[in-house]
């Protein structure tokens, strides 16, 4: 059964930091490239971070990049945001997502879409105030 658990959600003022974790079992973590995606109510679900099997790429939305960091530990099956710099607009719905690599144009790299992520966990709430 597989089973990812976010954790370190909370309320921040605007300028704080989280950091949110996500335990993986039930899966071969080394083998999934890793995101985070975040809702907001009434907005679609969007992609915030990604990081490769190995941890050697990562991929971040421009409204993020410079502020997020996201990293994994795949000896511990966890994967992990940093954030910094926290905006009211970052609020939302946190989720973590476990998808296989994607192939094209002869390299491999980690989808954007939520459809090509298999695995979610229940989600961790962030709320920023101002």
């Known amino acids: 059964q597989v089973q990812l658990v976010e954790s370190g959600g909370g309320s921040v003022q605007a300028g704080g930091s989280l950091r949110l974790s996500c335990a993986a079992s039930?899966?071969?973590?080394?083998?999934?490239?890793m995101g985070w995606f975040r809702q907001a109510p009434g907005k679609e679900r969007e992609r915030v971070a990604a990081v490769y099997t190995g941890g050697s790429s990562a991929y971040y939305a421009d409204s993020v990049k410079g502020r997020f960091t996201i990293s994994r530990d795949n000896a511990k099956s966890t994967l992990y945001l940093q954030m910094n710099s926290l905006q009211p607009e970052d609020t939302a719905m946190y989720y973590c997502?476990?998808?296989?690599?994607?192939?094209?144009?002869?390299?491999?790299?980690?989808?954007?879409?939520?459809?090509?992520?298999?695995?979610w966990g229940q989600g961790t709430q962030v709320t920023v105030s101002s």
């Open positions: 997502a476990a998808g296989r690599r994607q192939y094209y144009s002869g390299a491999y790299y980690c989808a954007r879409s939520a459809f090509a992520y298999d695995y």
């Open positions: 039930g899966i071969t973590f080394s083998n999934y490239c």
